[in-house]
């Protein structure tokens, strides 16, 4: 099932996630794919106060994944933007995060395809200029 949420503001995306880390489980993949400053970051920031991680978080761009232990579930925030090759993701031992009993966040999954999980959830953030600087689409829907 594929769902469509708008948002007007990085407020709106923000409190997006907020709600779906409330409402997230252990276990749980979301993969968010779009294109650079479209808001993966805000949501994903949203995503890790909605599960009560007290951390500052911030995109591990540099770092490929961040571990956030302190919410009510741990949090596993992928980069892979800078993945050259899909070998890279078993170096960094990717099973034991997306098979574990946190909740893992994937930026730019799209990379990685055929690692990804058919449980996932594809969370796709695009901006469209005629409806302001602030406006997002959000697509929600299974993995492929």
């Keep these: ?13 923000f409190a997006l996630g907020k709600c779906m880390g409330m409402e997230a489980s ?9 294109d650079l400053g479209t808001g993966k970051t805000v949501f994903t920031k949203g995503f890790a106060e909605g599960l009560g991680v ?11 994944i961040r571990e956030y232990e302190t919410g009510r579930l741990p949090l596993y925030h992928f980069d892979v933007y800078r993945i050259g090759d ?3 993701m078993d170096e960094l031992g990717y099973e ?8 893992t966040l994937i930026e730019w999954a799209s ?7 058919e ?8 901006k469209d200029p005629e409806k302001g600087d602030d406006y997002r689409r959000i697509t929600l829907k299974p993995s492929p």
């Design 111 to 117: 990379l990685i395809q055929e690692l990804i999980p």
């Design 119 to 126: 449980t996932a959830i594809i969370l796709t953030i695009e």
């Design 96 to 103: 034991d995060y997306f098979f574990g009993n946190g909740v």
């Design 86 to 88: 899909v070998d890279e």
């Design 54 to 64: 007290q951390d500052d978080v911030v995109s591990p761009t540099f770092t490929i």
């Design 26 to 34: 252990p276990g749980e993949i979301l993969c968010l794919d779009g």
């Design 1 to 13: 099932m594929i769902k469509i949420i708008e948002t007007f503001s990085p407020e709106e995306t």
